[in-house]
């Protein structure tokens, strides 16, 4: 969930939307303007302040994880069992495109397997590009995920955001309280 580290259309300590490179208009991290509620977009035209924003998107993340836990349940009666780092990097794909069931089912199986390759291979991201009108593979986004996001060889680090979404157990299980 690393879509704007460049913190555009952050004016005078609020976030408005703002045209991505692809002609989109997202405010903060990614939240794009066309999949939005009314009542959204009316609230973001008013602009969004840091806490404001930081309250939205990680309500969004929790929203996600669940869903990540119900795609996982579809190919495994023990998504419990997947790790925090791929879980993370399944929500990040959950939170940019939609439903992972209906939109990944191969990568599913292959978290639900632990097929190391067959994860790479399947998590590659496309998006609408309005401006080419037409799907386009997102290589920056792709590799930003091999490299930093989506561990799926020995573990590695999650992120700040995802560590506060943990329950205090797991904290306390792997002594990261």
Same mark, same amino acid.
């Given at each position: 969930?690393?879509?704007?580290?460049? %913190?555009?259309?952050?004016? %005078?300590? !609020?976030?408005?939307?703002?045209?991505?490179?692809?002609?989109?208009? +997202?405010?903060?991290p990614g939240v +794009?303007?066309? !999949?939005?509620?009314d009542a959204f977009n009316k609230r973001a035209a008013r602009g969004f302040t840091p806490t404001e924003?930081?309250?939205?998107?990680?309500?969004?993340? !929790?929203?996600?994880?669940?869903?990540?836990d119900k795609a996982l349940k579809t190919v495994t009666q023990f998504p419990d069992?997947?790790?925090?780092?791929?879980?993370?990097?399944?929500?990040?794909?959950?939170?940019?495109?939609?439903p992972l069931v209906s939109n990944y089912p191969k990568l599913?199986?292959?978290?639900?397997?632990?097929?190391?390759? +067959?994860?790479?291979?399947e998590s590659k991201v496309y998006f609408w590009d309005n401006k080419k009108?037409?799907?386009s593979f997102d290589k920056k986004r792709f590799d930003t995920r091999m490299k930093e996001n989506f561990h799926y060889r020995n573990?590695?680090?999650?992120?700040? !955001?995802?560590?506060?979404?943990?329950?205090?157990d797991f904290r306390t299980i792997n002594h990261l309280a």
């Open positions: 969930m690393r879509e704007n580290p460049e %913190n555009k259309g952050f004016t %005078n300590g !609020k976030y408005y939307y703002y045209q991505t490179t692809n002609g989109n208009w +997202d405010i903060g +794009d303007k066309a !999949k939005q509620t924003m930081n309250a939205e998107v990680m309500q969004r993340a !929790k929203d996600t994880f669940v869903q990540v069992t997947v790790s925090p780092q791929i879980k993370e990097g399944l929500a990040d794909i959950r939170y940019q495109t939609g599913l199986k292959a978290v639900a397997t632990g097929n190391v390759k +067959d994860m790479a291979n009108k037409a799907m573990g590695g680090h999650l992120s700040r !955001k995802v560590l506060r979404l943990l329950s205090k």
